[in-house]
Structures are given as structure tokens and as C-alpha cells.
């Protein structure tokens, strides 16, 4: 099965395919010649690719992970191909809606748009229109007296 594996802006399609004990990876369509091996079962693997060992850290979940190689973090996401036709599917039909993802976990205090009742419009973001006239207000418009 094919996974695409996306870390920062690029994506890569890789294929994992283990006949008769030996792994076969194909990266972006392309074989490519890697070892692998289980240095723990903490999430710590050797991975040996063109004569040069990499001692790997990985953590997470199955779609969001993060690798450690000599102290520097990759943030990968994960899809297989199920996962990546249902998901380009929704954003079709959304025409370039979707998730929303912040760059820090916290608390959304304030979201300065406006409501609109346009679902599908280009370059717009819907608001649920369930917040109190005070809590909805942008930066250039004063909130109305109490």
C-alpha cells in the first residue's frame, strides 16, 4: 500500500512492500535501497541507506508523527491512499475549504470576520452566527454599546 508522507510543503509517495522476508521501498515511484532495523520498542530504528547508518527517533500517532535525526525534528503527516482520495474528495467538493490548523495549541479568543451566509464562497471563511452581538466584531468596527 502506498502512504504519502508530507513534511513541510512537499509531499512523497512511498510504497512498502516486503516479499519474502526482504522490505521493497519505492520512494516517489523510484526504488530505493534502505535497511531497517528495531533499535527499541520506543520508537527508536537504524535505518541504513547508500553506506550511511541513521539512528531514527519517531513519535506520535498514525497521521501526525515527528522524527528525530541527530537532534534535528521533522513533523511528518501521514495518509494512505484510502485516506488521501476521501480527503481530496471533500476538499473538491469544499472547493479549498477545509481544516484549519494553527501553528500553537491553545484558545481561539477572538476570529475577526464577518458572518456570512455564502457556504462555498471564493476566498470567504463561514462563521456559525451563534456568537452575542458583542463577541462579534472586527478590528475596524467598534462593538456595540451594552
Known amino acids: ?6 513534511i513541510g510543503e512537499t509531499t512523497h509517495e512511498v ?14 515511484g523510484e526504488p530505493c535501497e534502505v535497511e531497517y532495523a528495531e ?14 547508518s541513521y ?3 519517531i513519535e506520535g500517532g498514525p497521521h501526525d508523527i515527528a522524527i528525530t535525526i541527530a537532534g ?6 501521514l495518509e494512505d491512499e484510502r485516506e488521501r482520495a476521501a480527503n481530496l474528495a ?3 467538493a469544499n472547493k479549498g475549504g477545509g481544516l484549519l490548523k494553527a501553528v500553537m495549541p491553545g484558545v481561539v479568543v477572538e476570529l475577526l470576520v464577518e ?7 471564493c476566498g470567504r471563511l463561514a462563521v456559525d452566527d451563534h456568537a ?10 467598534q462593538p456595540p454599546d451594552s
Open 1 to 6: 500500500m502506498k502512504t504519502f508522507v508530507k
Open 15 to 28: 510504497e512498502l512492500t516486503e516479499r519474502l522476508g526482504e522490505l521493497i521501498v519505492r520512494l516517489d
Open 39 to 52: 533499535a527499541d520498542q520506543l520508537g527508536q530504528i537504524i535505518l541504513i541507506h547508500g553506506g550511511k
Open 55 to 57: 539512528a531514527m527517533s
Open 72 to 77: 534535528h525534528r521533522y513533523d511528518c503527516e
Open 90 to 92: 471533500a476538499r473538491a
Open 115 to 121: 458572518p456570512i451566509t455564502q457556504r462555498h464562497g
Open 132 to 141: 452575542s452581538p458583542r463577541q462579534r466584531h472586527t478590528s475596524d468596527r
